[in-house]
């Protein structure tokens, strides 16, 4: 089965740290680029950073840059997102999502993790 | 970054209406479109892709035009299980941008 399994989310104070993980099962990881995700509460979805299928390239938001940083284990089938110095308006569900098929010309952005809930509050 | 403005933010519709959403590109994506539906609690789930193109899965109520800056997700006959958000999402070059989402609703 193709799945996405996020961890790592939890009560953090302003100003701390936190590390997402997303396992991908059930397909080639290493051929795709993957995406980070999050919904703050009531509002839309934003999309927070892209990593390329080699690890190469990230690529960041705007509002993400310098605090948070992907990174991805293609042995493990793991990706991450390190998110510092957090501030309560990163309080939000936070979704890895398969990205792009490289040389690929299907669907992007059909595979998503459960979500995994990050609240920062004092 | 390429901007995606999505609209109406809001929509009241009942069951059987014929519904349309628009996106619009800040400069052109081609047909780097994708369509998401949104409920609470739940990941999104992805309709449309290449603007056009119906995911596996999908009902064929679901259908999307466009290309380049201007998009259209229309809904042919709306069914109970339709009212939700729905969500553009430009996947052209580097960055990706999401709409702000318009709320199907009765």
């Known amino acids: ?122 | 970054d390429i901007q995606m403005t999505q609209s109406p933010s809001t929509l009241s519709a009942s069951v059987g209406d014929r519904v349309s959403i628009t996106c619009r590109a800040s400069q052109s994506v081609n047909a780097w479109l994708a369509w998401f539906q949104k409920k609470p609690g739940k990941a999104p789930r992805l309709l449309i892709y290449k603007a056009s193109t119906l995911e596996v899965g999908v009902p064929s109520r679901f259908s999307g035009s466009g290309s380049g800056t201007e998009f259209t997700l229309t809904i042919s006959s709306l069914q109970p299980d339709d009212f939700a958000t729905y969500y553009c999402l430009h996947y052209n070059g580097a960055s990706r941008t999401f709409g702000q989402g318009t709320k199907v609703e009765v």
């Open chain 1, 1 to 122: 089965e193709v799945r996405l399994v996020e961890s790592g989310g939890g009560l953090v104070q302003p100003g701390g740290s936190l590390r997402l993980s997303c396992g991908a099962f059930g397909f080639t990881f290493n051929k795709y680029y993957m995406s980070w995700v999050r919904q703050t509460p009531g509002k839309g979805l934003e999309w927070v950073a892209k990593i390329t299928d080699d690890g190469s390239e990230e690529v960041y938001v705007g509002s993400s840059k310098g605090r948070f940083t992907i990174s991805r284990d293609n042995a493990k089938n793991l990706v991450y997102l390190q998110i510092d110095g957090l501030r309560v308006e990163d309080t939000a569900v936070y979704y890895c999502a398969r990205d792009w098929l490289v040389g690929g010309t299907g669907p992007a952005f059909e595979i998503w993790g459960q979500g995994t809930m990050v609240t920062v509050s004092s």
